[in-house]
């Protein structure tokens, strides 16, 4: 079966549509999109699916896979639910049509029963989050004939989360889920929102994105991502900036004299880390994929050693996949668990899995899930 069969399945009436959008991998631009930086994320073919019947009284019930039962919130009484929160996996899905509704004043919101299914691994640093935001948003756009463009539902998807859910991630996973295209990684500025797809030419080149998820779970609406956060925003302050977007490498002397040490590695990660994705789609555009391994790599060095957010498991996954014979590697997400990816060719792809699981048992770790994504297309209606 898949997402969209079990989606329908648990709706168990007729569907008046499908609507699905996919989980994504960050290719490069880790904590930048916060600082207003840059990112250059792409959408994976793994997807979340929203099937949506209509009701005839006001309420909005909730379903999915993921979790036993359903969780009915009528419109009358869904701005107070957001507000007292505690609604757990169902404030992904209530929050983005709590958002939708305030975005959209012109929207004709309706009872709906929305069944959700999903193949995007939760909590992998794959952006389930982004999914299920981007699979629901796109469906209640339609069906409340709220009429926003992909950018819109995006921000939609992020206030969801940012605001019901409590988790202050940026909207680099949002935008990737929704615009995502094959064989592309979006580059998106994320002050401007300008965004541009860049073609990345695995399949031409050999190459294979390899996906190691250590299964060390992270949270980021717990300590250290805001932790991370406050040290960006103190960097910003201290240099008077409105977001550390506004530095330039030529700035770190400077920040190494007026920040304490640990601030100043915070902020030397994201100045570095923005030149790092601009590098990345220069010499994307001018050579192609292989000429990206190194900024992979020294993207993860910068996150273990500066930003400090890499665990033992992710960073023996990047190793093992380098001597594997990966181009780069690096954690991707936020960090604290989650997932590593590997830019590889595609024919050492079973050994370096191979060796991914030797290394993880010889280290006594719990053994990961490897497996490859492949640049897809972006939030979209099935059916
Ligand atoms: P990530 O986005 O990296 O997978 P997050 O912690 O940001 O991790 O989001 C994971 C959370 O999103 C889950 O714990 C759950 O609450 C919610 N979620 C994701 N996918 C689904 C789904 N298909 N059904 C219900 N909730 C989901
Ligand atoms: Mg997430």
């Known amino acids: 079966m898949t997402a969209v069969d079990d989606a329908r399945a648990l709706l168990a009436r007729p569907a008046v549509g499908v609507w699905s959008a996919p989980g994504r991998a960050n290719l490069i631009g880790e904590h930048t999109d916060y600082n207003e930086g840059f990112v250059l994320p792409f959408a994976i073919a793994q997807r979340t699916v929203a099937a949506v019947a209509l009701r005839d009284d006001d309420v909005i019930r909730v379903r999915s896979t993921f979790a036993p039962g359903s969780v009915e919130v009528s419109l009358a009484e869904l701005d107070a639910r957001i507000a007292a929160g505690g609604l757990d996996w169902a404030g992904y899905p209530l929050g983005v049509a709590w958002a939708l509704r305030t975005a959209a004043p012109d929207a004709a919101p309706r009872g709906v029963d929305i069944a959700l299914a999903s193949e995007v691994p939760v909590g992998a640093g794959l952006s389930s989050s982004a999914a299920i935001e981007g699979a629901v948003a796109s469906a209640l756009n339609d ?49 401007t929102l300008e965004t541009r797809p860049v073609a990345l030419g695995f399949d031409e080149a050999g190459l294979a994105i390899l996906v190691v998820d250590t299964l060390v779970e992270h949270a980021h609406s717990s300590g250290g991502y805001r932790e991370r956060r406050a ?79 890499s665990v033992p498991e992710l960073d023996l996954a990047v190793e093992t996949a380098l001597s594997a014979g990966a181009l780069g590697a690096r954690m991707t997400g936020g960090g604290f668990g989650g997932a590593a990816i590997a830019l590889i060719p595609t024919e050492l792809v079973p050994a370096a899995t191979e060796a991914v699981h030797a290394a993880f048992a010889a280290s006594g770790f719990r053994a990961p899930n490897v497996f490859t994504v492949t640049p897809s297309e972006g939030a979209r209606r099935d059916a």
């Open 143 to 191: 069906v409340w004939n709220a009429g926003l463009d992909k950018i819109a539902l995006a921000r939609v998807g992020r206030t969801a989360e940012n605001d019901a859910v409590g988790a202050p991630t940026g909207i680099m996973d949002q935008m990737a889920s929704m615009l995502g295209e094959a064989d592309a990684a979006t580059f998106l500025d994320c002050r």
């Open 231 to 309: 040290s960006c925003e103190q960097g910003a302050a201290a240099f008077g900036v409105p977001a550390l977007r506004d530095l330039t490498v030529d700035d770190l002397p400077r920040a190494a004299e007026i920040l304490d040490d640990v601030t100043f590695r915070r902020v030397r990660h994201i100045v570095t880390e923005n030149q790092r994705v601009l590098d990345t789609v220069a010499a994307l555009d001018a050579d192609g994929p292989t000429a990206i391994g190194d900024l992979l790599t020294a993207s993860h060095a910068s996150m273990r050693d500066d930003f400090e957010i």
